[in-house]
């Protein structure tokens, strides 16, 4: 009987839930707000005029940064193992991504510690700079990322990133190259007392 | 982000062995100890220029006026822009226009027509061989472009170091003051009315080179999307070979980059006359030259004082 109960729920989760799941959870997904997006046109093209191919690339933009703050900061199959975050930075950016694994994710032992991560939201403006035929040669996007972590200890920390990334495409994909991230994470105000008795 | 738990559980484990202090240590429950760190943390931008490999870029002023190429006018202003990565640092070493030199397109002349008569690539190989400094990029504005480019970044903030008045009549103070493109302009052509002349000029066209460094570094550390600012104004305003992949990497180091670490000088000379116009007669060998060729920069204590006229 619990064998057909064990098999029947990796079934019904697809084998990602853990059998005896006191494990963290939180939301599946996160998409940032885009606000403005603009082109930084080389030549003499005026910057309304290349608005299309700016929100273009701003498309791609903007799956790279959902990507990489679902990775380092929502998805709790990620937390303590942000590989598939740190696949976004190219190059040498990425050896320093992952010395940097305490400023750009939720922390390497997220998953021992947090129980849940709750109300993400972000904010992303972009910035795309054209080349001497007007393409997209490269981009700084702008983010303003908060969340709460509830710990297992239930206490929360409210977590604050603000960061400037600068992308290019390789092969196809938006990638970063340098980044600037500051994180400004407060303890949330504890809970008034409940009255319970002592 | 590091865990203080891991310290309350390596000293309990530590604690546990000796046998000693449990109950002490215990008397903390780990739930009061929040769990991830808080405060701040930073991640700063990494320049993607490294190794001990100088850089250097030959800096023109053309005085070719508008509808005319750059590449035909006369070079009035003429600046080795060297920069060290590793180090950190970096030199502009002015050369003065009249300096009369071997010409790489033949004869000997005042260097400041070895663009009109070879070009680009002529102008490069006359300084390559008078100091021994081999480019890797060139960059050229004229009188239009100059002004634009500072007109465009909403004027150029610098600390006039003595009073003096343009060759146009503006007067310029002494101390900080911003100013417009076509004061920029006016503050990089007055020879005149300096004590030194030409040489003087020199140090004023490297005095503006470094204010806008130092806007930059400003600008950018307040705003990263600055960068992308300088470089379309940048773009649209001159004439160079340095690739646009090559430029940002440029840019973000000379970010990294203090003002105070970039050496202003002029490499001087004797005045004389070769068929009646004025010239300078540059030493050679030229210590200034061998200085900044062998790395990039020259230390502040290593400026001869002639080679900084006027302060």
């Known amino acids: 009987m619990v064998a057909v109960l064990v098999i029947g729920g990796f079934l019904l989760f697809g084998g990602k839930t853990p059998l005896t799941d006191n494990g963290p959870s939180g939301p599946g997904a996160f998409s940032f707000h885009l606000g403005n997006v603009q082109a930084a046109p080389i030549t003499d093209t005026p910057p309304p005029e290349l608005k299309d191919t700016a929100r273009e690339a701003g498309t791609g933009i903007k799956e790279t940064m959902d990507e990489l703050y679902f990775r380092a900061f929502v998805d709790t199959d990620s937390w303590g193992d942000y590989g598939a975050a740190f696949d976004l930075f190219d190059g040498a950016a990425k050896t320093r991504a992952e010395a940097d694994i305490d400023v750009l994710t939720l922390g390497s032992t997220a998953k021992d510690d947090v129980e849940a991560l709750k109300t993400p939201s972000g904010s992303l403006t972009i910035s795309v700079l054209t080349d001497k035929k007007d393409a997209p040669f490269t981009a700084v996007a702008e983010v303003q990322f908060l969340a709460d972590a509830e710990q297992k200890d239930h206490t929360t920390i409210q977590i604050s990133s603000i960061g400037s990334f600068f992308l290019r495409q390789v092969d196809g994909a938006w990638r970063i190259y340098a980044y600037r991230v500051d994180r400004d994470d407060q303890a949330a105000e504890a809970p008034s007392p409940s009255g319970s008795p002592s | ?311």
């Not at chain 2, 309990?12 to 215990?26: C, E, H, K, N, R």
């Not at chain 2, 100059?146 to 009549?169: C, K, M, N, Q, W």
């Open chain 2, 1 to 311: 982000m590091m865990r203080r738990r891991v310290v309350a559980t390596l000293a309990s484990l530590a604690a546990g062995v000796a046998g000693l202090g449990v109950a002490t240590l215990q008397a903390t429950p780990a739930a009061s100890v929040p769990l991830l760190q808080i405060g701040k943390a930073h991640a700063e931008f990494d320049p993607s220029l490294k190794g001990n490999r100088p850089v250097f870029i030959l800096v023109l002023g053309s005085d070719s006026r508008p509808g005319t190429p750059l590449e035909r006018g006369l070079c009035d202003s003429i600046h080795i822009l060297g920069i060290n990565p590793k180090a950190k640092r970096a030199s502009l070493v002015g050369i003065p226009r009249d300096s009369y030199v071997p010409l790489s397109t033949g004869g000997t002349n005042k260097i400041n027509v070895a663009l009109a008569q070879g070009g680009a690539q002529g102008m490069i190989k006359t300084v390559e061989n008078l100091t021994g400094v081999r480019f890797d990029y060139y960059v050229i504005t004229g009188f239009d472009g100059l002004t634009r480019l500072f007109d465009a970044l909403g004027g150029v903030r610098i600390d006039v170091p003595y009073s003096f008045e343009g060759h146009e009549g503006t007067s310029f103070p002494q101390g900080k003051q911003t100013l417009s493109g076509g004061q920029a302009l006016e503050f990089s052509r007055t020879r005149k009315t300096l004590a030194h002349g030409d040489f003087d000029r020199s140090m004023n066209q490297g005095r503006l080179l470094l204010a806008a460094l130092t806007q930059f570094k400003a600008e950018f550390r307040r705003d990263p999307t600055a960068l992308f600012k300088w470089i379309a104004v940048g773009m649209r305003n001159v004439a160079t070979d340095v690739p646009l992949n090559e430029l940002l990497t440029l840019a973000f180091t000379s970010s990294v980059i203090g003002p105070k670490r970039v050496t202003n000088l002029v490499a001087v000379g004797s005045i004389g006359t070769a068929g009646g116009a004025s010239i300078v007669n540059l030493p050679s060998p030229n210590p200034v030259f061998q200085d900044v060729a062998a790395d990039g920069y020259v230390l502040p204590k290593d400026i001869p004082a002639e080679n900084a006229p006027s302060g």
